[in-house]
């Protein structure tokens, strides 16, 4: 029983007619759901989840998981295009993707996250099939130390997010952190920040603050802008509306990147896909030779963090599938279908049903490529949008953004949180705060304090517990490295001008 | 003579037709969707809970419109509860609710929503616990756990959830019983809690038997001692924690539903009509068995007063736990 025969089993069942169609069904709603703001990938599944009850277990995990990471491919159309983020993973793409679509070459865009997003995406299956058991095991690992030590590698990413200034960086992500904090605390059930609003409880969700930070405040400052005649170049021809092979060539460390960062990021069950994208736009700026160039519309900021995130699909699957452990939203949802279809989920899943985790597997390697095939021609036809003027083009960012925020709660209250953030996020633009900073803060902001409370609680308020552990350790020494990176880049710059002169 | 006496009732017969027919066309029977309110977001046990009632109830054909599970998280149970309050009169809204409904509002001074403003309608189902350790740990009953614990104070840890749940309040309870002392660290998800524990970063964990089941299994874990009052018949040869001479009370974790305040009495009735029915299906009984829940079948004035007592209960519980309590 090795794994080219087991892959074999597996195919055959994936490609019977009746699981390639599921499949297909699965990764065409995906991405649609990834497309929509707001309605996720869980809420749909979840709404799905009866009809899935006649049908053949094999297959209806097969149409689920569809969804699951066909949404994964969506998400990023709206922040390439209108600024808007799809779906929570696809906040990074904003940066440098929307710069792309400013810049007339949106069809790139969305054209290299597509296949960044196959390619990723199918070394994640490649790691789910290959190393699924001994990486859950090293995830086990991972105890609160090891995540705070994460979360703070995360957030010394800020270092790449700022702009001209790394005073006004850190500005913005301490408000993120802050923001982060409102509602109820886990640890002593009381409530922190929320004025006696009982719809503050939950907490501010992150779908309306970042669409409102992208998408309503990059509208409001473009119609103050004269009218806001032309923002967008169309680029004529199909040829410019896809990514050129200078364009591939470039993006072939964030390929690699984006995929082993989202792999094993998945696979971490307290991290996440949003963290995961993060971390890997955080790495290519750092490994890129121009790095001042990331935010304006570099392609490599589009592919390592859509790549990362579809990576990140096969790795959440990991410790459900091994282990029965649910890593997110989502993961769990896929869970409770399984327990209600009559499976046990746990350690012995893989063992006693070979022909369910194959048959996922070889229709994970399927579904990619009906993703990229079904992806890539109508990067065209979404390119077409920016052809709208801006009297139709703004109000339907408006609406879709309003729309979209109200779908994830249902909640008026939300909408409002969006138009705050709105507001904050012009105010932001205007004084040239990188709103990503703030959303790194608010991502990372309430698993890294869970994580450090965890970690004393552990230690009986020992903080040696973060260093004297060999995972967290050598995590929190690359995140000093990343914060010792501008001090460095202006020291060598002192020394060069030194030099000059003394020449 | 006869046939007066046959026509008597005969009358009576026809007129109380008549008045029944009339009850029977003021019967209540949803014209709608019903939004079904739960206080998790989507994949949470609530919203699994009801997801799956919601299809059972379909199954057997004993509602004839569709149920909608509408994901109202945030601040414990505070945001469904409200939510639930402000639709008032509305007939085809009802809620799942669970423990948390009961101890949520009474450590969290925003939570002014309380069990006693909604409607209650039915309790389904008793949720059991178990303790359970790592498959190589030391602890092999109770005793040895609390006897490490004591030769140790503060430095064994127990995963669970928020410091309200019942994981922590049975925490409160057994360390006051015994005398000792261990670390209580909260996880927001499941599946941290229990990867803390096989990972070994914690020693004990209170779980769901049904959670806990594949991974005994599969020898990952061992399970010490039910939370019940009777030993599982799932896990037969595991003894109650009382059989250990721990004598704690037991906190029920509960699910069921409940509807809007001052819900009309037809309402309730056609609600009460529908679990009934459902509560003696096949595919319930398997339901329960599959998930190792206990029938907690309960309604009417009884279901109010385990509301009562329960809400009775936790507030000593809290306050001896040292959380504040709020009303």
């Given at each position: 029983?090795?794994?080219?025969?087991?892959?074999?089993?597996?195919?055959?069942?994936?490609?019977?007619?009746?699981?390639?169609?599921?499949?297909?069904?699965?990764?065409?709603?995906?991405?649609?759901?990834?497309?929509?703001?707001?309605?996720?990938?869980?809420?749909?599944?979840?709404?799905?989840?009866?009809?899935?009850?006649?049908?053949?277990?094999?297959?209806?995990?097969?149409?689920?998981?569809?969804?699951?990471?066909?949404?994964?491919?969506?998400?990023?159309?709206?922040?390439?295009?209108?600024?808007?983020?799809?779906?929570?993973?696809?906040?990074?793409?904003?940066?440098?993707?929307?710069?792309?679509?400013?810049?007339?070459?949106?069809?790139?865009?969305?054209?290299?996250?597509?296949?960044?997003?196959?390619?990723?995406?199918?070394?994640?299956?490649?790691?789910?099939?290959?190393?699924?058991?001994?990486?859950?095991?090293?995830?086990?690992?991972?105890?609160?130390?090891?995540?705070?030590?994460?979360?703070?590698?995360?957030?010394?990413?800020?270092?790449?997010?700022?702009?001209?200034?790394?005073?006004?960086?850190?500005?913005?992500?301490?408000?993120?952190?802050?923001?982060?904090?409102?509602?109820?605390?886990?640890?002593?059930?009381?409530?922190?920040?929320?004025?006696?609003?009982?719809?503050?409880?939950?907490?501010?969700?992150?779908?309306?603050?970042?669409?409102?930070?992208?998408?309503?405040?990059?509208?409001?400052?473009?119609?103050?802008?004269?009218?806001?005649?032309?923002?967008?170049?169309?680029?004529?021809?199909?040829?410019?509306?896809?990514?050129?092979?200078?364009?591939?060539?470039?993006?072939?460390?964030?390929?690699?990147?984006?995929?082993?960062?989202?792999?094993?990021?998945?696979?971490?069950?307290?991290?996440?896909?949003?963290?995961?994208?993060?971390?890997?736009?955080?790495?290519?700026?750092?490994?890129?030779?121009?790095?001042?160039?990331?935010?304006?519309?570099?392609?490599?900021?589009?592919?390592?963090?859509?790549?990362?995130?579809?990576?990140?699909?096969?790795?959440?699957?990991?410790?459900?599938?091994?282990?029965?452990?649910?890593?997110?939203?989502?993961?769990?949802?896929?869970?409770?279908?399984?327990?209600?279809?009559?499976?046990?989920?746990?350690?012995?899943?893989?063992?006693?049903?070979?022909?369910?985790?194959?048959?996922?597997?070889?229709?994970?390697?399927?579904?990619?490529?009906?993703?990229?095939?079904?992806?890539?021609?109508?990067?065209?036809?979404?390119?077409?949008?920016?052809?709208?003027?801006?009297?139709?083009?703004?109000?339907?960012?408006?609406?879709?953004?309003?729309?979209?925020?109200?779908?994830?709660?249902?909640?008026?209250?939300?909408?409002?949180?969006?138009?705050?953030?709105?507001?904050?996020?012009?105010?932001?633009?205007?004084?040239?705060?990188?709103?990503?900073?703030?959303?790194?803060?608010?991502?990372?902001?309430?698993?890294?304090?869970?994580?450090?409370?965890?970690?004393?609680?552990?230690?009986?308020?020992?903080?040696?517990?973060?260093?004297?552990?060999?995972?967290?350790?050598?995590?929190?020494?690359?995140?000093?490295?990343?914060?010792?990176?501008?001090?460095?880049?202006?020291?060598?710059?002192?020394?060069?001008?030194?030099?000059?002169?003394?020449? | 003579?006869?046939?007066?006496?046959?026509?008597?009732?005969?009358?009576?017969?026809?007129?109380?037709?008549?008045?029944?027919?009339?009850?029977?066309?003021?019967?209540?029977?949803?014209?709608?969707?019903?939004?079904?309110?739960?206080?998790?977001?989507?994949?949470?046990?609530?919203?699994?809970?009801?997801?799956?009632?919601?299809?059972?109830?379909?199954?057997?054909?004993?509602?004839?419109?569709?149920?909608?599970?509408?994901?109202?998280?945030?601040?414990?149970s505070?945001?469904?509860m409200?939510?639930l309050a402000?639709?008032k009169?509305?007939?085809?809204?009802i809620g799942f609710f669970t423990g948390v409904w009961v101890t949520n509002p009474l450590?969290?001074?925003?939570?002014?929503v309380t069990m006693k403003d909604l409607t209650p309608i039915v309790r389904l189902v008793l949720?059991?616990?178990?303790?359970?350790?790592?498959?190589?740990?030391?602890?092999?009953?109770?005793?040895?756990?609390?006897?490490?614990?004591?030769?140790?104070?503060?430095?064994?840890?127990?995963?669970?959830?928020?410091?309200?749940?019942?994981?922590?309040?049975?925490?409160?309870?057994?360390?006051?019983?015994?005398?000792?002392?261990?670390?209580?660290?909260?996880?927001?998800?499941?599946?941290?809690?229990?990867?803390?524990?096989?990972?070994?970063?914690?020693?004990?964990?209170?779980?769901?038997?049904?959670?806990?089941?594949?991974?005994?299994?599969?020898?990952?874990?061992?399970?010490?001692?039910?939370?019940?009052?009777?030993?599982?018949?799932?896990?037969?040869?595991?003894?109650?924690?009382?059989?250990?001479?721990?004598?704690?009370?037991?906190i029920p974790q509960a699910r069921g539903v409940v509807a809007p305040p001052a819900a009309p009495r037809e309402e309730v009735q056609y609600w009460e009509g529908v679990f009934d029915?459902?509560a003696?299906?096949?595919?319930?009984?398997?339901?329960?068995?599959?998930?190792?829940?206990?029938?907690g079948y309960l309604k009417g004035p009884a279901l109010s007063k385990f509301f009562d007592d329960l809400t009775v209960q936790m507030r000593d519980?809290?306050?001896?736990?040292?959380?504040?309590?709020?009303r």
């Open positions: 029983m090795d794994a080219l025969s087991n892959l074999l089993l597996g195919f055959s069942v994936a490609l019977t007619p009746v699981n390639l169609f599921w499949c297909l069904v699965g990764v065409i709603l995906g991405t649609m759901v990834g497309v929509l703001p707001g309605l996720g990938p869980a809420a749909t599944i979840a709404m799905l989840l009866p009809l899935t009850l006649k049908m053949d277990h094999t297959t209806a995990i097969i149409a689920l998981a569809g969804i699951f990471y066909g949404a994964r491919y969506g998400g990023s159309t709206t922040s390439i295009l209108l600024n808007i983020p799809g779906e929570s993973s696809s906040v990074v793409t904003c940066l440098d993707g929307y710069q792309m679509a400013r810049k007339g070459r949106a069809g790139a865009a969305l054209g290299i996250s597509a296949i960044a997003s196959f390619i990723a995406g199918t070394v994640g299956v490649l790691g789910l099939m290959l190393i699924a058991p001994p990486l859950a095991r090293f995830a086990l690992r991972f105890a609160p130390p090891e995540y705070f030590a994460l979360m703070v590698l995360g957030l010394a990413m800020v270092v790449f997010l700022a702009g001209e200034s790394m005073v006004k960086a850190l500005l913005a992500m301490l408000i993120g952190l802050w923001i982060a904090t409102i509602g109820t605390d886990l640890f002593t059930a009381e409530s922190r920040f929320t004025f006696g609003q009982t719809k503050l409880l939950g907490g501010v969700d992150f779908i309306a603050a970042t669409v409102g930070i992208f998408a309503i405040g990059e509208v409001l400052v473009n119609l103050e802008s004269q009218g806001g005649a032309e923002i967008f170049k169309i680029a004529k021809g199909l040829r410019n509306l896809l990514p050129t092979l200078q364009d591939l060539k470039d993006c072939r460390f964030a390929f690699l990147n984006g995929s082993i960062v989202g792999f094993f990021v998945g696979a971490l069950p307290g991290a996440g896909a949003t963290v995961a994208s993060f971390m890997s736009y955080g790495i290519e700026k750092a490994f890129s030779r121009h790095p001042e160039k990331f935010g304006t519309g570099v392609i490599e900021g589009v592919a390592a963090p859509e790549g990362a995130n579809n990576a990140d699909a096969g790795g959440a699957l990991v410790p459900l599938l091994t282990l029965g452990i649910p890593g997110g939203n989502t993961t769990a949802i896929l869970l409770g279908g399984l327990i209600l279809w009559g499976y046990k989920p746990g350690p012995l899943l893989i063992q006693e049903h070979p022909e369910l985790f194959w048959g996922l597997v070889a229709s994970m390697y399927i579904g990619n490529v009906l993703l990229l095939v079904l992806n890539l021609p109508l990067v065209p036809l979404f390119a077409q949008i920016l052809r709208l003027p801006y009297y139709v083009l703004y109000p339907l960012i408006v609406g879709i953004s309003i729309v979209g925020v109200y779908s994830v709660n249902n909640s008026l209250f939300d909408v409002w949180m969006m138009g705050f953030f709105g507001l904050l996020g012009y105010l932001m633009r205007k004084l040239d705060f990188p709103a990503a900073a703030l959303i790194l803060g608010m991502v990372l902001g309430d698993s890294l304090e869970r994580a450090l409370r965890q970690s004393l609680m552990m230690s009986q308020g020992d903080l040696m517990i973060l260093v004297n552990r060999p995972i967290s350790a050598t995590l929190l020494l690359i995140a000093a490295m990343i914060l010792c990176l501008p001090a460095a880049r202006k020291v060598r710059s002192w020394r060069v001008e030194a030099i000059e002169r003394e020449s | 003579m006869k046939y007066r006496a046959m026509g008597l009732p005969m009358i009576i017969a026809v007129l109380l037709s008549f008045t029944f027919n009339r009850a029977w066309s003021q019967e209540f029977k949803p014209s709608k969707q019903i939004e079904t309110v739960v206080h998790t977001g989507p994949g949470g046990g609530s919203d699994l809970f009801a997801r799956a009632i919601a299809e059972l109830l379909q199954k057997e054909k004993l509602i004839s419109q569709r149920m909608q599970v509408v994901n109202k998280s945030g601040g414990g505070a945001v469904a409200s939510y402000e639709k009169g509305e007939t085809h809204t450590t969290t001074a925003e939570a002014t949720e059991p616990a178990v303790i359970a350790v790592k498959a190589d740990s030391p602890y092999k009953t109770m005793k040895d756990f609390i006897e490490a614990a004591k030769k140790s104070p503060n430095q064994l840890r127990q995963s669970g959830g928020s410091v309200t749940s019942r994981d922590n309040l049975m925490r409160m309870l057994i360390q006051k019983a015994t005398g000792t002392q261990w670390t209580f660290i909260s996880f927001p998800s499941g599946g941290e809690r229990l990867s803390n524990l096989l990972g070994g970063h914690v020693q004990l964990m209170v779980i769901e038997p049904q959670e806990a089941g594949e991974q005994i299994r599969a020898g990952n874990l061992r399970v010490i001692a039910s939370l019940t009052e009777k030993r599982l018949a799932s896990l037969a040869n595991v003894p109650t924690i009382k059989e250990q001479g721990i004598d704690v009370p037991l029915r459902f003696k299906t096949a595919s319930w009984k398997q339901y329960v068995e599959q998930n190792q829940f206990e029938d519980v809290l306050k001896e736990a040292g959380a504040k309590v709020v």
